[in-house]
């Protein structure tokens, strides 16, 4: 009996390289998504366009997420996670290999560049919605908000590493061939990686964990579900609050670090300095989403958690307004590094919330809602921020920013307490418990 526990236990199941090629695949989508605001004035000189073009290759991704995620969740309800993941892997390295052929010096071939960063968008539709999923499909109840937290942070990593490698590649040269050489070598890149995760999610990635009780696993894992049914189902009160606040919060983090290179080079005018801020910033998003990930597995405090982060947020963005006005570089690094943590927060907490309080309903639906809401914010909000740096002075961006983070803890106040279903569910894959509890409604 021991035996065959240990055989078909969920440590022996691959859950972890599973959620590893996820994570990957989710890590290459976020790095394009800032790659080019981050060295806007070198891209606006290389390729002859304006700041305003730049942002583009950033608020593409917004758009292509408000468009077609809830297609691509109905997409998934019919042919199940595994080809979702290769079809999101497959857009995503198509995007990156028509990148490289765009790398000329003339705006015709940014907008080529552009047409492939709309393709890696496309699949950051598939992809974002899936990190709940793939966490209760594969890991027990007592892990999955950390894994859940572990997929979502793969996006904190490659906004991190899209604050850090182009600037270290691209230099911010007269020489064209020098420019061309870096983009060059951060295009091919990318492509080499985003192919070896297109291979591994062909040959290594399951739709579900391997039993050998086929039948226990076909009871227990039905990939099959109404998705326009559970849609009207998760359209309540709480989760359209816990979608204004993901808006609010996503948004905020997004247009800020989009902007970083706008808003902060005029006061310190170093780019490689900027780079380091926003290397803190994205740093400080993945302790953010993996400490409140496991604070949720172990405590359940969601709302308490948005409380603190909505309105200690307001603290931190007075800090980065004086540390701008007496330019004073270590303050900087130490408030921008605070925020990101605050701010980083929001999609570990608002995902595994809503999950929470759909349940039993399929994760991605909810996580969809969410984020649609963060990106359409995020578009609006980063042309919005533009406007005003470009027009207004630093007290009344920061005041802004703060008001949204005000109006996040209110809706906080709002949202339903949760009721800890932890009860009802043993130390098991919650994919299975949720079906089995759909399979008697039915």
Not at 1 to 15: A, H
Not at 260 to 267: A, H, K, Q, V
Request: charged share 10%.
């Amino acid at each position: 009996m021991e035996n065959n526990n240990k055989e078909t236990s969920p440590e022996n199941n691959g859950r972890y390289l599973m959620l590893a090629i996820f994570s990957g695949l989710n890590f290459m989508q976020s790095f394009q998504c800032m790659q080019l605001t981050i060295i806007a004035n070198i891209v606006e000189s290389y390729y002859h366009v304006s700041h305003e073009e730049v942002n583009l290759t950033s608020i593409v991704n917004f758009v292509a997420i408000v468009i077609f995620m809830i297609p691509s969740n109905c997409l998934l309800a019919k042919i199940g996670v595994r080809k979702h993941v290769i079809l999101g892997a497959l857009l995503n390295f198509f995007g990156t290999l028509i990148k490289i052929i765009g790398n000329e010096t003339n705006s015709n071939s940014f907008y080529l560049i552009l047409f492939g960063q709309s393709l890696v968008a496309i699949s950051a539709a598939i992809l974002e919605p899936l990190a709940p999923q793939i966490a209760r499909i594969w890991f027990p109840t007592h892990q999955a908000s950390r894994a859940t937290s572990v997929g979502l942070l793969s996006m904190f990593v490659g906004n991190l590493m899209a604050m850090t490698v182009p600037v270290l590649l691209v230099p911010d040269s007269k020489v064209i061939e020098d420019i061309k050489g870096g983009f060059k070598l951060l295009f091919l890149g990318q492509t080499l990686i985003s192919a070896f995760l297109l291979m591994s999610a062909i040959i290594l990635f399951r739709e579900k964990p391997v039993n050998k009780e086929d039948e226990k696993v076909n009871e227990c894992l039905p990939m099959q579900y109404n998705y326009c049914k559970s849609l009207m189902f998760v359209f309540n009160k709480d989760v359209i609050l816990l979608a204004l606040i993901c808006g609010i919060m996503g948004s905020s983090q997004q247009s800020w670090l989009t902007n970083i290179n706008e808003y902060l080079l005029p006061s310190f005018h170093n780019d490689k300095f900027i780079g380091v801020v926003g290397f803190l910033f994205c740093g400080a998003n993945i302790v953010s989403s993996y400490f409140f990930g496991y604070l949720l597995d172990k405590k359940n405090w969601y709302k308490a958690s948005l409380f603190f982060v909505s309105g200690f947020s307001v603290i931190l963005f007075c800090s980065l307004y004086a540390s701008i006005r007496f330019k004073n570089s270590l303050l900087l690094m130490a408030a921008a590094t605070a925020l990101g943590f605050t701010l980083g927060s929001w999609c570990s907490i608002c995902v595994n919330f809503a999950a929470e309080i759909t349940h039993p309903q399929p994760e991605n639906v909810a996580t969809g809602v969410l984020m649609i809401s963060s990106e359409l914010m995020s578009a609006i909000l980063t042309f919005f921020v533009s406007l005003l740096i470009d027009n207004s002075d630093q007290l009344l961006i920061v005041s802004f920013y703060s008001f949204l983070m005000v109006i996040a803890f209110m809706f906080t106040a709002f949202v339903s307490s949760y009721k800890n279903q932890s009860a009802d569910l043993e130390i098991q894959p919650i994919v299975c418990v949720r079906y089995k509890k759909f399979s008697s409604v039915r």
